[in-house]
């Protein structure tokens, strides 16, 4: 994530990405929500990335992608805001 110039946000625990290492829980039926915000999300920490208060800029980085990315046939997951 970077912040409307393009460069890292600081952030109180000093996460910048999350990918399949950062220890996210997953849901019961192994989906994983991610949350995208300022705070820190009530019960939600370990799956929290934080973000600014103003406005940013969200980066898909793909290492070693395979064909279904290449052929552009990978649907990137939607953001949605919480209800």
């Known amino acids: 994530m970077g912040d409307a ?3 890292f946000v600081p952030n ?3 996460r910048y990405s999350v990918s399949d290492r950062s220890g996210l829980a997953p849901n019961a039926d ?3 929500d991610i949350f995208i915000q300022n705070t820190a999300p009530a019960g939600h920490e370990s799956n929290w990335l934080p973000a600014p208060s103003d ?3 969200l980066w898909l980085r793909v290492y070693l992608p395979g064909r279904v990315i290449l052929d552009g046939r990978y649907a990137v997951p939607l953001v949605a805001e919480a209800a």
């Open 5 to 7: 110039r393009n460069r």
């Open 30 to 32: 192994g989906s994983v």
């Open 12 to 14: 109180p625990i000093s």
């Open 55 to 57: 406005k940013f800029t």
